[in-house]
């Protein structure tokens, strides 16, 4: 059985994971913690409950905005005409022991959900991300993200209205 937990550099073994890509095991490995403590990005974990301390995948979310001419015409529309509040997904990673089974869409959703709890509390009309690569950028599309206008590899999902 899975869970979702916030990143507890005491209990989660950082060190033993590897996603193939060597900035995003970086990143956990050596500066989640950190940037979690100083309140720059809250990092979530997912585990199997019976192996605790492995993270089977990962994803960091903090506050943005987004410049409203990024998003399409339709979406334009519907907004005003200055910088909107959002929130980024500034990493999301799998264990590459866990790749291909379904963490990837799992992290996702745990994403949307915990920006759709602090949208009841704090104004955000969309969840950003940037992908690192075109691989990232359609995974993220198959997922319903939408390419901004004026760079594909930064993705929006408007989070409803």
Not at 22 to 48: P, T
Not at 92 to 102: E, Q
Not at 119 to 125: C, L, N, Q, S, T
């Amino acid at each position: 059985m899975f869970e979702e937990q916030i990143l507890d550099k005491n209990l989660h073994n950082r060190k033993a994971f590897s996603s193939g890509v060597k900035e995003l095991d970086e990143y956990i490995q050596h500066f989640a913690a950190q940037q979690s403590k100083k309140g720059i990005a809250v990092v979530r974990v997912l585990i199997d409950i019976s192996k605790p301390n492995t993270i089977l995948g990962y994803y960091s979310l903090s506050a943005a905005q987004i410049n409203v001419a990024k998003f399409d015409e339709r979406t334009m529309q519907n907004l005003p005409h200055y910088p909107v509040p959002c929130f980024r997904m500034g990493r999301l990673a799998t264990d590459l022991a866990w790749r291909n089974l379904g963490i990837g869409k799992l992290l996702i959703g745990c994403a949307v959900s915990q920006c759709l709890k602090a949208k009841k509390h704090v104004g955000a009309y969309a969840l950003i991300v940037d992908a690192k690569s075109i691989q990232a950028q359609q995974f993220y599309q198959y997922y319903g993200f939408i390419a901004c206008i004026d760079d594909p590899k930064t993705l929006y999902l408007p989070l409803g209205i």
